[in-house]
């Protein structure tokens, strides 16, 4: 049986149980509401995105839900290469929110794995919790499970959390039970009659005897603790199920094979790598076999996590990407001898492979390997270098590798920490990580800078948001086609809590049965407005500024500022939108959509949304590209976005769209972003598809203008551009207009003219400049600067007044010209700063002086850095005071030079 088969027979079985087939979320975390889940990196199992349900914070759309789940684990990177371990997995789960339960699922579980699929039923066993007797009846009288392949084991093992009942946390638990294969011959299990069938059974699970392929989790208390400290189970009202399945332990095992690298999961992979390397996979334990998985299974792991919009980078998930690309990369330069970029030859196996029940991999799947192979020149670029450094310091260590070298292998040659931790593994050499945290902690504190981080609109109030969610209905957004309603009010919470009223002068957040005001989401900031009484109602003097709109799944909360009379709720009250904010945005979200377009046309379809902030007064759009878009090409796109604008094309709203559908029309999604079954999509036909939520012009034309500010780079392969429309660009225009106005005045011309006044102006500079450079080069006294000797090397060693840093190599090269042999080291101090240069003949060079060494070792006391050739260098300092102190350093380096 094919993956793909599996999959499908899961789905199909368990609808036939009534679930609901709901998809996957994306690899970057983010629940069924759409809220980000910070809580972990990567999405690891089936379960994380349904916690909402789990603890009752919002409804499901059915108590019965299964889906196949993409999952990404990595705290075993460094064992990948081996016969299972993996970073990249798929889970399969069927979730019970209050539903079925223990008596439903066990016997589920059981037709699925040996009527659905086939299994052995000899060769399978089960796990309960040590004193789980429903579980154990079930298994054992009404499945038909014998007594001796039923285990009980404790709370370690069969519990989740791990140890909840004596160690905690608090909150939700349960027991769980596990279904194993047995991968080994009867004859080859523990056959001895002094230890009970669970002992031998952990004795041979132990030794890889059998395989976990299933595991039930049951939730049915609420751990807490009495007066005394001591655990509490308190039986939950509602129990849930929660359901997770290997899909690559259980493709292994119908396919009869010893490794899931052997199944059709990597079979295509592997079979590139054998075709390209001319090498064979045999499928042991040999040093090629393991670099044969470890590229195998990091490649489709990289391929996934790009295609769900993570990139290779410096910092959380980005920087555990990075390092599991780098990590294939290394195996596949080093042992498998690719001498030329090979992971983007390999991942187009991968998304052939998976991409039927995938669709993303094959909607972007040229924006993952632009990615990929951008990503393996930059680092082949360092590696090989950096492996020649690297050897040098191991080579200079006795048994610990300095944290210094640590983190100028990372800082320098972009090794990951890990990848250096596993050279060193190799050479049984360990790794000063305190001197590396010292070093990285120094680095951040030279090189800080202000991060805005924005602050979670929520804090403070988890308890109450998770109160009204559970208690009042979903807010219905009129704001599409109204920007009035009037409303009522349902809850407002202020200072964390909820309250009945607020009065003149109090900020709170405030809660109505329907909104006109959009919510922030997808990039698109919240409303601002105003909210009134109505006149034939007592709150007829209430005005409210609304300061801000944001949502907690599907309940709006409108940041208000009491500016007259006082709120209470059960109140009907007049909301009414910032309409002039609100066209001033819908330009700029309709011009992203236009801008995307325009880039993919001008670029590639590699082009993928990446982020974005539309805002009244700007937009900024953030999108895959792995190099710096030229002048030419952002004309070209901006010339591309007004015409469409000029055209008046139409906006057309497409609601209620099965999601399948939308891909099909080739709709554009976000990356990471989770969709429901039925979408809502934006086209401006011949343009532009997109799903999105937000709120849109009608026409194109009603954008104005849209003109380009900037473009920049923000993370590797991760380019923003920076725009405005309507009113604003009008504003930028009278602001240019009112500069050059300003610079015609001060070139004594008119506005006309200005070009021409400009390269008269360049042109005198040309001379000036050359007139400068003849001075420096005859400037300054070298006669005056005399040689002394030091073990037999002329060395001039001297402070120049006032001299920047052409001068002094204008005067070091002279002075070499003079001298047939001689070494230099010449600083000055302009404007505040310390200059250095040092120089040495290159007799003076084979003899051991290093005018780099020099230079570096000398600026370090005038509180700078530097460095170079060893017969040129330049070095600079922040301390002018220190600089003949500085030279005294120069002079004792010298003399401990013995040429």
Not at 625 to 654: A, G, S, Y
Request: aromatic share 8%.
């Amino acid at each position: 049986m094919l993956a793909r088969e599996l999959r499908s027979k899961y789905i199909t079985f368990f609808q036939s149980k009534g679930h609901l087939h709901l998809p996957g979320s994306p690899l970057t975390p983010v629940d069924a509401l759409g809220v980000p889940d910070n809580s972990t990196l990567f999405t690891s199992a089936g379960m994380q995105q349904f916690k909402p349900y789990f603890i009752g914070a919002a409804t499901p759309p059915s108590t019965r839900v299964v889906t196949v789940q993409k999952c990404v684990r990595t705290g075993d990177i460094d064992s990948v290469g081996d016969f299972s371990h993996c970073t990249f997995f798929e889970m399969l789960g069927n979730f019970s929110f209050g539903d079925y339960f223990k008596a439903e699922v066990i016997p589920w579980t059981w037709e699925f794995l040996t009527k659905e699929i086939g299994l052995d039923r000899e060769r399978l066993c089960v796990t309960v919790y040590l004193d789980d007797d429903e579980a154990y009846d079930i298994w054992n009288k009404v499945v038909g499970m014998p007594n001796d392949r039923i285990h009980r084991l404790g709370e370690d093992k069969n519990y989740w959390p791990a140890n909840a009942i004596s160690e905690g946390p608090n909150g939700p638990c349960g027991p769980c039970s596990e279904i194993f294969y047995r991968t080994a011959p009867m004859e080859e299990l523990t056959n001895d009659p002094n230890l009970t069938p669970t002992e031998q059974f952990k004795k041979d699970d132990a030794a890889g005897r059998w395989l976990e392929i299933w595991n039930n989790v049951f939730t049915q208390f609420n751990r807490g603790e009495d007066e005394n400290g001591a655990p509490t189970l308190t039986p939950l009202p509602r129990k849930n199920n929660d359901t997770g399945a290997g899909l690559d332990r259980i493709v292994m095992v119908l396919q009869g094979k010893n490794s899931v690298f052997e199944t059709d999961l990597f079979a295509p992979t592997l079979a590139k790598i054998e075709e390209i390397s001319g090498l064979r996979y045999e499928g042991s334990a040999s040093q090629k076999d393991f670099a044969i998985r470890v590229v195998a299974e990091h490649t489709r792991s990289m391929v996934f996590c790009i295609a769900d919009g993570i990139l290779p980078s410096n910092e959380g998930r980005g920087y555990v990407l990075r390092r599991i690309m780098r990590r294939a990369i290394r195996f596949g330069k080093t042992v498998l001898g690719f001498e030329v970029p090979f992971i983007d030859k390999l991942a187009p196996s991968i998304i052939e492979n998976m991409g039927d029940f995938y669709p993303e991999l094959n909607e972007r799947k040229d924006h993952i390997l632009r990615t990929v192979h951008a990503e393996e020149v930059r680092f082949r670029h360092t590696l090989d270098k950096g492996m020649q450094i690297a050897e040098e310091m191991l080579a200079n260590s006795e048994d610990t590798l300095r944290g210094e070298d640590v983190f100028t292998l990372y800082d320098t040659y972009g090794f990951p920490v890990e990848l250096t931790r596993e050279i060193c593994a190799e050479r049984n050499i360990s790794m000063d990580m305190k001197g590396f945290e010292d070093a990285m902690q120094a680095q951040r504190e030279r090189s800080r800078e202000a991060t805005g981080i924005d602050k979670d609109v929520f804090r403070d109030m988890g308890d109450v948001i998770s109160e009204v969610q559970r208690s009042l209905p979903p807010t219905i957004f009129h704001g599409y086609h109204d920007t009035v309603t009037d409303s009522v009010i349902l809850a407002i919470i202020k200072d964390g809590e909820l309250v009945d009223f607020i009065r003149s002068g109090d900020n709170a957040d405030l809660i109505m049965d329907r909104t006109p005001f959009y919510a922030e989401s997808g990039g698109q900031v919240g409303d601002t407005g105003w909210i009134t009484g109505i006149d034939s109602d007592v709150t007829c003097q209430l005005k409210l500024e609304v300061l801000d709109t944001r949502k907690a799944g599907g309940v709006y909360l409108h940041r208000v500022r009491v500016h007259e009379g006082e709120a209470v709720t059960d109140r009907r009250v007049h909301a009414q939108v910032d309409f002039k904010q609100r066209r001033d945005i819908m330009r700029n979200h309709t011009s992203t959509h236009l801008l995307q377009a325009a880039l993919r046309h001008t670029l590639g379809a590699h082009v993928h949304q990446k982020g974005s902030m539309v805002a009244p007064d700007r937009l900024r759009f953030d999108f895959t590209h792995t190099q710096p878009v030229t002048e030419t090409e952002l004309e070209r796109v901006e010339d591309m976005v007004n015409k469409w604008i000029l055209e008046d094309r139409d906006v057309e709203i497409h609601t209620d769209v099965p999601l399948d559908q939308a891909r099909a029309k080739g709709a554009m999604a976000l990356f990471g972003e989770k969709y429901g079954d039925r979408v809502r999509m934006v086209e401006i036909p011949e343009c532009s598809l997109e799903l999105c939520g937000g709120t849109h012009l009608s026409r194109t034309s009603q954008a104005v203008l849209f003109k380009i500010l900037s473009e920049t780079g923000v993370a590797a392969g991760v380019r923003r551009i920076e725009a405005i429309t309507g009113e604003s660009v009008y504003r930028y225009l009278k602001t240019k207009e009112g500069t050059i106005r300003t610079i015609a005045h001060t070139l004594k011309t008119n506005p006309r003219d200005i070009e021409i006044a400009v390269d008269k102006m360049v042109a005198q500079k040309s001379v000036l400049e050359k007139q400068l450079r003849q001075m420096r080069e005859t400037g300054g006294d070298e006669d005056s600067l005399n040689t002394e000797d030091i073990h037999g090397v002329k060395w001039i060693i001297a402070q120049i007044p006032n001299a920047d840093q052409p001068t002094l190599a204008a005067l070091a090269n002279r002075l070499a010209k003079k001298h047939a042999s001689v070494a230099v080291l010449l600083g000055s101090v302009q404007d505040g700063k310390v200059f250095l240069t040092a120089l040495a003949t290159q007799d003076l060079v084979q003899k051991g002086v290093h005018a780099g060494t020099i230079v570096r070792e000398v600026a370090k006391v005038a509180g700078g850095g530097g460095g170079g050739r060893p017969d040129f260098a330049q070095a600079g300092g922040k301390t002018p005071e220190r600089l003949e102190e500085a030279l005294k350093v120069a002079r004792e380096l010298a003399e401990k030079i013995n040429a």
